[in-house]
């Protein structure tokens, strides 16, 4: 496979003033994740309280669990961002892969100092993405309980539907029948919905003193029932292990909760982060042959300079090297075999607008890597399929509509990261979150939208000022109009808006890109090949 030859000039002008606003871009992140760890309202009252009941914060409760030094691949992070007043930093959960004695399993832990761990939409979202995750992985689940249940004043935004409260239980115990093991820690006041948690679980642990389990706490059982009753003597770890016998262990720290944990996690026999199933393709990983900090440099601030995808593709792959299909046909898509930390991929990056020639290229090689079990990784930085005459002539919507059905139907995993524009149908055939790839990731200077914020502006003010037939508008209407328009797209499109309400599993640095994809396509090896039936390649 021959190395992508480097055509960056490191000492220009434009890469150095592209550097330098990437960096903002990711000093902007790294504030707000910080924010979703320990910031907002009230909250360092939360954290002392916390600490003061001699409790671990969540994050320091799933290091006690996984193997020392290994890699923790926490999602959504910024779940909940700048929603309900910025009340739920982190929407009162966090989820992740990590890794216990070699094994990778999906954390699910409450962040009991966001509103007691109790769940509002964005974390009912995200606790139920971290399942599917789980699920379509082969990953076991470990519950670091510590939550108060629905968030109860939206409710009917987290109790009644499909993939609401109940949704989680039924993943639970679905899991668990697939032979996934479900465990839990119980480790706070656990009611009514976080009681279900551990009642779920395959194996339970209770931290004596802290962990408590009531269907109804003690304010309900008193209006319910005239009972007045102690919080340990209605549900604690005591009563849990040795009477009812609702948990199977009891412990007296969360230390020992942890080892013990570990323990448990021996036991369950899954396969090891190593250990392939021999379907997919694997050599020795290489480095790649340019630092990932160039592609700070690459990507253009001004978004309407293009640049070249075989660029950022040379920073993210092992030594560089790029066996490119068709590279001399349709010119806004890259596509080729490469390989990411030792695992064969195929990758298709767009380098702009999609073509009719763009669209076919992509879905013969989407056809190649489904035929060859190779999983596949798309790059999107695109505006959308190409408008006008002469596209329609030649077949844009029967050719997008091919590449959108070839993503539909590959059984490889697949594999989204959004290196910049996420537009319009571009979104659909490049593997956007309604295609179930396994995961999505995007890089801070995304946007994501039907359209850009100016082709909105004209667009909808058209549409707005022929709805009024003639009626006289003002230059200062019109430009009003045109402002809301655009105010709207521009916050709407905004990536810090779409990871808060889980449209992608997190917004990651381009330089922790590589890593993170290495994890997901290790995740994908341990499993058996998932390619069946047809696997027919049509020439385009
Ligand atoms: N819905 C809404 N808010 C909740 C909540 C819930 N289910 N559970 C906790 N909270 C909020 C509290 O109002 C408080 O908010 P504030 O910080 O703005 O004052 C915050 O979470 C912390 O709660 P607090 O009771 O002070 O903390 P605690 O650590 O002493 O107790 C719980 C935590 C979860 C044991 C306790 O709050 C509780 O029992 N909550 C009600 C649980 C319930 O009935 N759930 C039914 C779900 S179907």
Redesign the pocket.
């Given at each position: 496979m021959r190395r992508i030859a480097n055509t960056i000039d490191r000492m220009s002008t434009l890469f150095a003033s592209n550097t330098e606003a990437y960096r903002a871009d990711l000093d902007t992140l790294a504030e707000r994740m910080q924010f979703a760890i320990d910031g907002g309202r009230?909250r360092q009252?939360?954290i002392d309280?916390?600490h003061g009941?001699g409790k671990v914060l969540v994050r320091d409760r799933i290091d006690m669990v996984t193997d020392e030094g290994s890699p923790f691949l926490e999602l959504s992070t910024l779940a909940g961002f700048g929603q309900e007043d910025n009340?739920f930093p982190g929407a009162g959960i966090v989820t992740g892969i990590g890794v216990v004695h070699g094994v990778p399993w999906m954390f699910i832990a409450n962040d009991?100092t966001?509103?007691?761990?109790?769940?509002f939409p964005a974390g009912i979202k995200k606790h139920v993405r971290a399942q599917d995750i789980a699920l379509e992985n082969g990953l076991g689940c470990l519950y670091l309980v510590?939550?108060?249940?629905?968030?109860?004043?939206?409710?009917d935004e987290v109790?009644p539907d499909r993939d609401h409260?109940g949704g989680t239980f039924y993943r639970q115990a679905r899991m668990s029948a697939a032979g996934l093991p479900q465990l839990s820690v119980v480790l706070?006041?656990?009611?009514?919905?976080?009681a279900y948690v551990p009642a779920l679980s395959d194996e339970v642990i209770m931290v004596e003193g802290i962990g408590?389990i009531f269907l109804?706490?003690?304010?309900?059982v008193k209006a319910a029932l005239g009972e007045v009753v102690a919080?340990d003597d209605l549900g604690g770890a005591a009563l849990h292990t040795r009477q009812s016998g609702v948990s199977d262990y009891m412990v007296q720290t969360e230390a020992e909760a942890y080892g013990l944990l570990r323990e448990l996690c021996e036991n369950t026999n899954k396969r090891t982060i190593d250990e392939r199933q021999g379907w997919l393709d694997w050599v020795e990983p290489e480095a790649p042959a340019y630092p990932a900090e160039d592609i700070l440099g690459i990507i253009n601030e001004d978004t309407r300079i293009p640049y070249d995808a075989r660029q950022v593709i040379a920073r993210l792959v092992d030594d560089s090297r790029f066996a490119e299909f068709k590279p001399e046909w349709g010119n806004s898509i890259v596509v080729g075999f490469t390989r990411i930390w030792g695992h064969q991929v195929g990758v298709i990056a767009n380098n702009g607008i999609i073509f009719s020639e763009d669209a076919l290229k992509a879905t013969h090689f989407i056809e190649l890597c489904n035929q060859r079990s190779v999983p596949l990784l798309f790059l999107q930085n695109t505006t959308g399929y190409m408008v006008g005459r002469d596209s329609e002539v030649g077949g844009i919507a029967k050719n997008g509509a091919k590449m959108v059905a070839a993503v539909s139907n590959a059984q490889v995993p697949k594999f989204t990261v959004l290196i910049g524009g996420s537009y319009g149908a571009g979104n659909y055939g490049m593997c956007g979150r309604g295609f179930d790839p396994r995961f999505l990731f995007a890089w801070p200077n995304s946007r994501i939208a039907t359209m850009a914020a100016d082709t909105a502006e004209t667009v909808l003010t058209d549409i707005r000022l022929g709805g009024m037939k003639g009626a006289e508008t003002t230059d200062e209407q019109i430009a009003e109009i045109r402002s809301t328009i655009r105010a709207q797209y521009e916050e709407q499109s905004d990536p810090y808006y779409a990871t808060s309400r889980l449209w992608d599993d997190g917004l990651i640095s381009p330089l922790d890109t590589r890593d993170a994809l290495g994890m997901c396509l290790a995740l994908a090896a341990r499993q058996d090949a998932p390619v069946t039936g047809d696997r027919i390649v049509y020439r385009m």
């Open positions: 009230n009252r939360s309280r916390h009941r009340e009991a966001v509103k007691g761990g109790s769940l510590d939550s108060g249940g629905a968030f109860l004043p939206m409710q109790f409260f706070g006041g656990c009611t009514a919905g976080g408590r109804g706490g003690p304010p309900i919080p």
